[in-house]
C-alpha cells in the first residue's frame, strides 16, 4: 500500500521470495508486486532451484558430507540470522503457479536476471543453483 498502482516497470528480486511463507505471504507479496507495476512491466525473480539442489544432495557419490550440508543450507537457508531462514522451495513449476495467480503472464526461465553479478549466476559444483524467471503484468 505504500505505492500507488503502475508504479514500476521492472521489480527484482534474487533469492528473496523463499523466504516468505506459503501459506499466508507469497501470494500477497506477488500479487502487490503485480499491483505496483506498469502494464507490461517486468518481476524478474530467482531462487534456489529445488530441483537441481535436490539432485545434488542425493548424489553421495559426487558430494562429500561437508558439501551436502552446503546444500541443504542453499534449500532451507543459511540461519545465520533470524530472517535466514527458507519456508519454501522451487522449482519451475511451482514458481510459474504461484506467478500466474498473482495475474502474471509470459512466465519464463531465462539463464540469469542479467542485470548484474548476483546470486542468479551462482554455481555450486559446476551447476548453476539459481531458478531465474522473468514474468510480465498483463498489458493494459
Known amino acids: 500500500s ?3 498502482d503502475d508504479t514500476f516497470s521492472d521489480l527484482y528480486a534474487s ?3 523463499e523466504h516468505l511463507d506459503y501459506r499466508d505471504e507469497l501470494l500477497h507479496a506477488l500479487t502487490e508486486w503485480n499491483r505496483v507495476l506498469h502494464p507490461g512491466g517486468r518481476v524478474l525473480v530467482s531462487v534456489p532451484d529445488l530441483d537441481v539442489l535436490a539432485r545434488l544432495f542425493i548424489d553421495r557419490a559426487k ?3 561437508d558439501e551436502r550440508f552446503m546444500v541443504m543450507r542453499m534449500m ?8 535466514d531462514y527458507h519456508v519454501v522451495g ?3 513449476e511451482l514458481l510459474a503457479a504461484f506467478l500466474f495467480r498473482a495475474g ?3 512466465v519464463r526461465r531465462v ?3 542479467g542485470l548484474f553479478r548476483d546470486t542468479s549466476v551462482m554455481v555450486f559444483k559446476g ?7 522473468v514474468a510480465e503484468k498483463a498489458p493494459a
Open 15 to 17: 533469492h528473496v521470495v
Open 76 to 83: 532451507f537457508g543459511g540461519h545465520v540470522d533470524k530472517f
Open 111 to 113: 539463464p540469469s536476471l
Open 2 to 4: 505504500r505505492f500507488d
Open 90 to 92: 522451487f522449482n519451475d
Open 104 to 106: 502474471f503472464t509470459n
Open 127 to 133: 551447476m548453476p543453483i539459481s531458478l531465474n524467471v
Open 63 to 65: 558430494l562429500t558430507v
